[in-house]
């Protein structure tokens, strides 16, 4: 039985929900997503909230239960916050700067690293070494993120890189000298 699926997603005011079939469109105040589920579950709308049923109780009938109303949720809660994903960069003489509409980013390499961000993502740079991801897609900013990440990933022994600001390093000890001589 799939617990997050049973779970009503409840809307907020200004959200609004259009089912078509199989393709469930979601309007509100920063946007708009649309999603095509599984014929297996059906996505139906009651007074302020959002309910995601299955046909049969199949183990995959069960498992796109859960993922198409988790999807949703995240419709629901990009089109109405949206969603950020920060990053920050540390090692000397490392830092990104936005360029119009793109990222560039100086880690280390003899070139400065360009990067377009994705339709519907914005990139910020509050400071030379933070960087911020919005959007309402939270599979694109999620992505955006990692791409920007995959430049440069932190390493173990001096903790440079690029890293997400929650993001626990495991550091290494170096190399240990001869001792004696």
Known sequence: ???????????????????????????????????????????????????????????????????????????????????TKNLEIHGVGYRAAKQGNKLILNVGYSQPVEIEPFPGVEIEVPAPNKIVVQGIDKQKVGEMAAVIRRVRKPEPYKGKGIRYDNEYDRRKAGKAGKAGK
């Open 1 to 83: 039985m799939s617990r997050i699926g049973k779970k009503p997603i409840p809307l907020p005011a200004g959200v609004g929900v259009e089912i078509d079939g199989n393709l469930v469109k979601v309007k509100g105040p920063k946007g708009e997503l649309s999603q095509e589920v599984p014929e297996e579950t059906r996505v139906r709308q009651e007074t302020g909230q959002i309910v995601v049923e299955r046909s049969n109780d199949s183990k995959h009938c069960k498992s796109m239960h859960g993922l198409v109303r988790t999807l949703v949720a995240n419709m629901v809660e990009g089109v109405s916050n949206g969603f």
